[in-house]
């Protein structure tokens, strides 16, 4: 578990109407924490979905916790990339034969689901990859906690030792409405099935959206458009992003829009990293590179008025329709400024700008070569994924 995992957790964000409340819960102690507090109170269901469960120390507390929970419904979705890969390494990869760490780690993660199974845990692998693995792009990538119609997660952080360590963040919603509305697309994704949902939630600030995969082009239609309708600035904190946001993030800078993008420098995708380098080179924008650890968030603030989060990177593969995702669309002052003073003022004050050459991956050749490889696969993802136009569900 992630060093100082007692430490309390700021519920202190209280929203006008009522009991309605959102809190952001920064790193994996306090989303950890309140985690384990919920999970003990919840008496009717508690709900989990991961994109990834390792069978670490992690993914062997979180199974202590559901055997040892109070709660008539207990149901853990995993999200069939867990069954190919297990600590940001390929079980299908010659070197796993090598790798015995490995091989125990993924010999665990089977014997934990088999004992949450055996004492009635309810545990699905979701979208399985199909004959010849041909659908293995296309992942369910939410993660979500859904307990007793009152408390919901959201965010970016999955069951595992290493992304406990990254620099990450929860939302944690306490409002009966919003996590109905998650609840039900839980249970599609249970049921094997996804459905694009979307609702506005005015007391919050907020708005939700179910993204099912096929169709999330048109559904980032409105992100786009914020960002071509920004004025002021757009502030970005992601790991991993790609076409066509960067293009778009390009047209706002030659608008006179100060963009500014927080990456880490050390990125576990170097080839998604050494495409921002070119993108930053040859369109001026903003990137700071924070060098502590990695980042795993995933933000968008647009004129210090809009903030859009969630499990959605801002990628090719989320665009195109490779993964169902959940994006959160806040305009709460009160949320948005504790993501200032928690989240996006501390990482830039611990980043350094980024000058092309001054980092491995970031010459000349390499932005070429990134540059060109990712325009390819941009194409390939479109012509993959046509255009989906289909009324959301909700309202």
């Known amino acids: 578990m992630a060093e100082g995992a007692d430490t309390a957790p700021d519920l202190g964000l209280t929203h006008p109407g009522g009991a309605a409340r959102i809190t952001l819960l920064v790193d994996s102690a306090p989303f950890w924490k309140a985690l384990r507090a919920d999970l003990a109170e919840a008496r009717e269901y508690a709900y989990f979905q991961t994109y990834s469960f390792d069978g670490d120390s992690v993914g062997t507390a979180l199974t202590e916790e559901l055997l040892a929970a109070k709660v008539g419904d207990r149901r853990l979705l995993i999200d069939s990339y867990t069954r190919a890969n297990q600590s940001d390494r390929w079980i299908p990869a010659p070197g796993y034969l090598f790798d015995r760490e490995l091989r125990e780690e993924a010999r665990n993660t089977r014997r934990l689901i088999a004992v949450l199974r055996s004492e009635g845990v309810g545990v699905r692998y979701g979208r399985p990859f199909g004959f010849m693995a041909r659908r293995i792009l296309r992942r369910d990538h939410k993660k979500l906690m859904l307990f007793d119609d009152r408390v919901a997660y959201l965010g970016g952080i999955n069951f595992s030792e290493h992304n406990f360590e990254w620099h990450d963040f929860m939302l944690r919603i306490e409002d009966s409405e919003v996590v109905r509305f998650l609840r039900e697309d839980f249970l599609c994704s249970w049921e094997g099935r996804s459905e694009r949902s979307s609702r506005r939630f005015p007391e919050l600030g907020l708005d939700l959206h179910a993204l099912p995969g096929r169709g999330n082009r048109e559904a980032f239609a409105g992100l786009v458009s914020r960002i071509k309708g920004a004025e002021r600035s757009v502030q970005v904190i992601s790991p991993y992003m790609g076409p066509p946001f960067t293009r778009h993030l390009a047209t706002a800078v030659a608008r006179g829009v100060k963009v500014q993008v927080i990456n880490p420098l050390d990125n576990n995708l170097g080839y998604l990293q050494a495409y921002l380098f070119a993108e930053a080179a040859r369109f001026g924008f903003e990137l700071h590179l924070y060098p502590d650890r990695m980042i795993h968030m995933?933000?968008?603030?647009?004129?210090?008025?809009?903030?859009?989060?969630?499990?959605?990177?801002?990628?090719?593969?989320?665009?195109?329709?490779?993964?169902?995702?959940?994006?959160?669309?806040?305009?709460?002052?009160?949320?948005?400024?504790?993501?200032?003073?928690?989240?996006?003022?501390?990482?830039?004050?611990?980043?350094?700008p980024f000058r092309a050459g001054d980092v491995r991956g970031s010459g000349p050749l390499a932005r070429l070569w990134s540059t060109t490889a990712m325009g390819a696969a941009n194409l390939l993802a479109r012509a993959l994924n046509p255009p989906v136009k289909r009324e959301p569900r909700g309202r």
Not at 321 to 345: K, M, N, P, T
């Open 298 to 352: 995933k933000c968008m603030l647009i004129d210090d008025s809009v903030l859009v989060t969630g499990s959605s990177n801002f990628d090719l593969l989320s665009y195109h329709g490779f993964l169902a995702e959940i994006v959160a669309v806040i305009r709460s002052r009160a949320v948005i400024d504790h993501f200032h003073r928690q989240v996006l003022e501390p990482l830039l004050a611990g980043s350094r």
